[in-house]
């Protein structure tokens, strides 16, 4: 029977909140076990540092404990700890040596000089530096630096090594040597590892355990495999490399759909029916001539990567239609006789809507407004002039107060602007539209503003109760630096493009069909932790 590993690190709810109120950890637990390489791996600002921290002694927790061999450690000095840590920028002491950099802890514990001789040597002989020993530490290189770094802090015999960055200084090629270095390090120490990286790769290539972080949060734990071919979420399938995350629905056990057909693939314990994620690889995708692909498209794009083609396959364009934007910057008018000020704005209306018309809702249609020039208070739009008829067209809409301060705006009576896609069986619908300079300039979310003021949807052509989202907003204009003038808005469904990690080479344009087996596929529950 194998024998069982031993829990040395237990994070139990950890919090940790600074005195601005940010909440940098937001109870994190998590067990670590004997002469294990683990590699805290996120984006900056995830909170990778500050838990590393914590287990150092260089910060308190808020709240939570942290267990060493099964004693809470929150109050032992670093000193005390059996931890070491090794950080970006080495914190080597330029006046020594590589023997008396090495040797400095071993010194200050007051050891006898033959066994600090001992220890000192062997650890050159670890980080491939014998013979460096009377170097000043100024004439090294970067790597060697680095390992000279590692030397000193494993010289103590620690449990435990934290690793904070420690290759983020390094070039491309000193980092890939170093991280095969390091793992080789830690496999003949045989103490635990725990390795601090915004990089995935690194993280990839060491690890015999990887915990995804996010938000103050652990998103996933698991082997390198693990965490690179069954993501649990979106947020780890995007940021441990290269993905294709689409839409789909589970039918049953082992049978998936996305893009309106099914496939086999090996996910269970779902839902009947449940929305759902599928996750493929780039390199689980294969190119192939368009009659024997299991999805077909058109290539987008290639890049030559030495190896493989980067390439881009577009299965779906999406539904997508195309509005003019007339932006006005149109100034009140003043009645200074009667101490008023009136403003409008022209709009557009639907063929079939100019036949529902009512005061009320032109002035809407119109943002019109009266107010005292004065106080500022709002004054009452006494009359509204129009005439406007179910016919494309233009036409004069005037406002006016009980004072006789009046404005005249012109609308415009066009044909419903739809698009229809018999291919995806959908319909998408958007008007053309008036703003103002300050309405563009002041919107917090432009996109969803656009939408609105565009009156744009889309729906099934299967079932109309069905709305489809619309997913793009496109235009060719700096909002912040908007001027009067027309601009064009596109408003487009949900579109499909696969990354393929191709060995041979596709022509731009080219139609091609895609192929994978059904292990390629992975299937993720949607609204995972983010």
């Known amino acids: 029977m194998a024998e069982e590993v031993k829990k040395l690190i237990q994070f139990k709810n950890i919090v940790k909140s600074f005195e601005d109120g940010q909440v940098v950890l937001k109870g994190v637990s998590l067990d670590i076990y004997e002469n294990e390489f683990v590699t805290l791996l996120g984006p900056s600002g995830c909170g990778k540092t500050t838990l590393l921290r914590i287990l150092g002694g260089f910060l308190q927790p808020t709240e939570g404990k942290v267990l060493f061999d099964g004693e809470d450690i929150v109050n032992v000095p670093p000193y005390k700890r059996e931890i070491n840590t090794v950080f970006q920028k ?3 002491f330029p006046h020594m040596n ?10 200050i514990k007051k050891e006898p000089k033959d066994v ?3 220890k000192v040597l062997r650890m050159l002989r670890l980080v491939n530096l014998e013979g460096y020993a009377k170097r000043n530490v100024t004439e090294l290189s970067g790597g060697q630096q680095q390992r000279i770094a590692i030397a000193r ?3 103590n015999e620690p449990s435990v090594l934290l690793l904070d960055e420690p290759l983020g200084a390094l070039d491309l090629k000193l980092r890939k040597e170093m991280q095969h270095e390091l ?8 103490i635990t590892f725990i390795f601090v990286t915004h990089d995935q790769e690194e993280a990839l290539t060491m690890s015999d355990k990887i915990v995804v972080m996010n938000a103050g949060e652990i998103q996933q734990i698991g082997t390198p495999t693990e965490i690179y071919r069954r993501p649990v979420n979106e947020f780890v399938a995007n940021f441990i490399g290269e993905t294709n995350i689409i839409d789909g629905v589970m039918l049953e056990d ?7 057909k099914r496939f086999p693939c090996s996910a269970r314990g779902f839902e009947k029916n449940e929305k759902v ?13 368009r009659d024997q692909g299991m999805l077909k498209g058109v290539v987008k794009s290639q890049l030559f990567k030495g190896m493989h083609y980067d390439t881009v396959v577009e299965t779906r364009a999406g539904t997508s239609i195309t509005v003019k934007m007339q932006v006005s910057q149109d100034k009140p008018v003043i009645n200074a006789e009667a101490g008023e000020k009136i403003s409008a704005s022209g709009f557009l209306l639907d063929v079939e809507d100019a036949g529902e018309l009512t005061d009320a809702k032109v002035i809407a ?3 019109a407004e009266a107010w005292d020039a004065e106080t500022e208070e709002s004054v009452s739009i006494k009359t509204v002039e129009y005439d406007i008829r179910p016919e494309t067209g233009e036409y004069s809409v005037t406002f006016s107060t009980a004072a006789g301060t009046s404005i005249t705006v012109r609308a415009l009576v066009v044909q419903e602007n739809r698009v229809e896609s018999t291919v995806y069986q959908e319909e998408i619908y958007a008007m053309n539209f008036f703003k103002k300079v300050e309405d563009i300039q002041e919107s917090i979310a432009l996109d969803t503003d656009l939408k609105m003021w565009a009156t744009a949807s889309a729906w099934s052509l299967e079932d109309e109760n069905e709305q489809v989202e619309i997913t793009d907003v496109k235009y060719d204009f700096d909002p912040e630096t908007i001027t009067p003038g027309v601009y064009e808005v596109t408003f487009a469904t949900e579109g499909y493009e696969y990354k393929v990690s191709a060995t041979r080479a596709a022509e731009e344009g080219s139609e091609v069909g895609l192929i994978f087996r059904p292990e390629d596929i992975h299937v993720m529950r949607k609204g995972g932790r983010r």
Do not use: C, M, W
């Not at 082992?254 to 309106?260: C, K, P, Q, Y």
């Open 116 to 118: 600090i001789e001992q």
């Open 365 to 367: 249609l119109a943002s």
């Open 98 to 107: 590589v023997y008396d950099n090495i040797a400095f802890g071993l010194t």
């Open 254 to 260: 082992d049978l998936v759909v996305f893009e309106d």
């Open 90 to 92: 080495y914190a080597l």
């Open 183 to 190: 793992k080789s390090i830690q496999q003949e120490v045989g």
């Open 153 to 155: 802090a494993l010289v």
């Open 277 to 289: 994620d599928v996750v493929i690889r780039p390199e689980h995708l294969d190119i192939v001539p």
